[in-house]
């Protein structure tokens, strides 16, 4: 479980600019094996949580507490999963996703049959010794995802990743991930600013005001598992989807709403 208690945090004035408070009084629980899709304004502190949660940014005030302890840094029970695929660009598909596993000091014939397993389940057969270069978008993406599953986290934090590539494709990584979540039962916190794509990935989404983010509101979704094919047809997902386009064009009109109780 994932716990978020009255987190703040202001980055420091930087060449000339003021100081910015990015969130105030962040409260979120996430409970294990959930999905969790985050929305909210542009800047309203959504990459800032999920960096945190990774413990690569900690908070200045409050706590990030997961399964009782808490967050001091990166650790082994996370993995991120960014928009900018990140791969490293003098290695090959296999070599980029056994990456962490050999920083992590595992045998090579150990990491590279787990590089290969995930090469199947990711659909990037035929492509073991490629660069990256010599891939799409979408295969891009396919391979940085399999390399933050090949350590095996039990939290996955996934920040735009699908952002950067063709509406085709992102579908299809959409679907991809369904299944990865029906398979692995990782627990998942996906920021988005696709109010589409947080209905139709996730278990709950929560919607945070603008800078200074807090959590306005946590949505269950609703729609079971595994997702229906007309989920685009869905009554009860085109009255979400409606409120949360709603909340988040009013808050482009008026002063950031408070949390609810």
Known sequence: MITVRDVHKTFPARNGNAATLALQGVNLTIGTDEFVSVVGPSGCGKT???RMIAGLVLPD???????????????PDRAVVFQQFALLPWATVTENIAFGLEL???????RLAIAHD??????????????????SGGMQQRVGLARALAVNPAILLMDEPFASVDAQTRRTLQEDLLGLAERTRKTIVFVTHDIDEAVRLADRVVLMSPRPGHVVELLP??????RP?????????IQLKAYLWRQLRGMQQS???KSRP
């Not at 992590?104 to 150990?110: L, T």
């Not at 995930?118 to 891939?135: E, K, N, S, W």
């Open 61 to 75: 005030a409050g706590a990030i507490v997961i399964d009782g302890l808490p967050v001091s840094g990166p650790g």
């Open 229 to 237: 094919d007309d989920l685009d047809q869905d009554p009860q997902a």
């Open 255 to 257: 002063p950031p709403p």
């Open 48 to 50: 800032t949580l999920i």
């Open 104 to 110: 992590r000091g595992m045998a090579r014939a150990e």
């Open 221 to 226: 979704v609703g729609l079971g598992r595994p």
């Open 118 to 135: 995930l090469i199947y389940a990711m659909g990037l057969r035929g492509f073991d010794r490629h660069y990256p270069r010599q891939l």
